[in-house]
């Protein structure tokens, strides 16, 4: 089994920064993909980046590219969400996700996070 718990979120005003942490347990991950998504009230959850473990191949939804940041540290077990030039559209809760199979770094993911909140007032 794995977990995985989210951290880093908070209220921020548009144009500034936030850093999400997803620590991940039980498992060995140098081999799995992780990635972030989020979902916006009345929206569904939507792919936000990923990056696979053992390369650091990442993959960026268009509407991050340039102003967020995957990264990862294996022997933490932990990927990191650097988000900057925050927009008020980019408010939605941040879920974490994880997966031990090969694949598009987009979806299949089948382990998840509870979420941590990300606020952007304008």
């Known amino acids: 089994q794995v977990q995985l718990a989210e951290s880093g979120g908070g209220l921020v005003q548009a144009g500034g920064s936030l850093r999400l942490s997803c620590a991940a347990s039980?498992?060995?991950?140098?081999?799995?993909?992780m990635a972030w998504f989020r979902q916006a009230p009345g929206k569904e959850r939507e792919f936000v980046t990923a990056i696979r473990m053992s390369t650091r191949t990442t993959s960026y939804a268009d509407s991050v590219k340039g102003r967020f940041t995957i990264s990862r540290d294996n022997v933490k077990n932990t990927v990191y969400l650097q988000l900057n030039s925050l927009k008020p559209e980019d408010t939605a809760v941040y879920y974490c996700?994880?997966?031990?199979?090969?694949?598009?770094?987009?979806?299949?993911?089948?382990?998840w996070g509870q979420g941590t909140q990300v606020t952007v007032s304008s």
């Open positions: 996700a994880a997966k031990g199979i090969f694949g598009p770094l987009e979806d299949g993911y089948n382990y």
């Open positions: 039980g498992r060995t991950f140098g081999y799995f993909s």
